[in-house]
């Protein structure tokens, strides 16, 4: 899809940044248990670069021939814009998918990450097979109309998002066309000693309306897509950095991660390597991989993260 012109891709949200000391002030002032709230004027996400021919002002990637920044390591891959390969998919109807993170070899993932670009007309309606998955949808461009008992005709657009639970019939229209984000996993049942006697429900929202967190010790806004409660086995982090701003963290942990860039751009480390992180690049990383990021340029840094939850890794698993 075409993107805005060269000189205007990167403009529109220099306001929304936050200034790191003033973040400082608020958890300290409570007492480092980390700040919950929505910032006044907020403004909705502009992901255009991230689908755009132009992904820089003055680099033409699809001008390198034979060049590509995508890696496959045995413990983390970054998948840049210019190595997707769209094709069609069972359930998807006039649309094209292109995959990021799977469970195929060298990967191994948990969990899915793709993208989907639906033409006008679009359709979703789940394969035979996939009775014991549950999806997160995100819409990055476009519209889609939802088809569901909880939400029949409901249209999302851009920043909003829908989830699915294991078993649901959920289905998608897009109208006019739409470029999604969808996560995908073979749900995992509490245990014994972890059951509480919910099973995780559908539902809609959108980035906007999730609550703000400021993580304890850190400066980044953090919003959690799915509830914190123990029925759900994953979640879905968008992460916000200020121009400058970094992971005070240098985390190494059990979860697995399917991480794409939305906004802005900065340095991201995997393990001993560190790389130049665009919207539209795709990072997946296995558990206890050293990882940090830190945003750079004039504008905010956004991106979205699959993260493994609530379930005991020595029961099996993620």
């Not at 794409?260 to 795709?282: C, K, T, V």
Request: hydrophobic share 45%.
């Amino acid at each position: 899809a075409a993107g805005p012109a060269q000189a205007e891709i990167f403009a529109g949200n220099a306001s929304t940044g936050l200034v790191a000391s003033g973040l400082g002030k608020q958890v300290a002032e409570a007492g480092g248990r980390g700040v919950v709230g929505k910032a006044a004027g907020e403004a909705a996400g502009d992901y255009a670069p991230l689908s755009a021919v132009y992904r820089s002002p003055g680099i033409l990637f699809t001008d390198l021939p034979g060049f590509t920044r995508s890696v496959s390591r045995r413990d983390h891959a970054l998948v840049a814009p210019e190595s997707h390969s769209w094709q069609p998919q069972a359930g998807w109807q006039h649309s094209l998918v292109t995959h990021l993170v799977t469970p195929a070899f060298p990967m191994g993932a948990q969990f899915a990450m793709s993208l989907a670009r639906m033409s006008p007309g679009g359709t979703f309606t789940g394969a035979s097979t996939d009775a014991g998955l549950e999806r997160l949808v995100l819409v990055i461009e476009g519209s889609v109309r939802l088809s569901c008992q909880e939400a029949e005709g409901h249209l999302l657009g851009p920043d909003q998002y829908a989830f699915s639970p294991a078993g649901h019939v959920f289905g998608l229209t897009a109208p006019a066309g739409a470029l999604l984000l969808v996560f995908e996993r073979r749900y995992r049942a509490p245990g014994a000693a972890e059951a509480n006697g919910k099973a995780p429900a559908f539902f809609h929202s959108s980035i906007l309306e999730r609550e703000t967190v400021v993580p304890a010790g850190e400066v980044y806004r953090l919003r959690r897509l799915l509830p914190l409660s123990p029925e759900h086995d994953f979640n879905i982090h968008v992460m916000d950095f200020a121009p400058g701003e970094y992971l005070h963290g240098k985390e190494a942990h059990y979860n697995q991660h399917g991480v794409l860039m939305l906004e802005g751009q900065g340095i991201m480390r995997f393990g001993d390597s560190w790389y130049p992180a665009h919207a539209g690049d795709a990072f997946w990383a296995a558990p206890f991989v050293p990882q940090w990021f830190g945003a750079l340029g004039a504008t905010r840094t956004r991106f979205i993260a699959f993260r493994d939850a609530n379930r005991d890794p020595a029961m099996g698993g993620a």
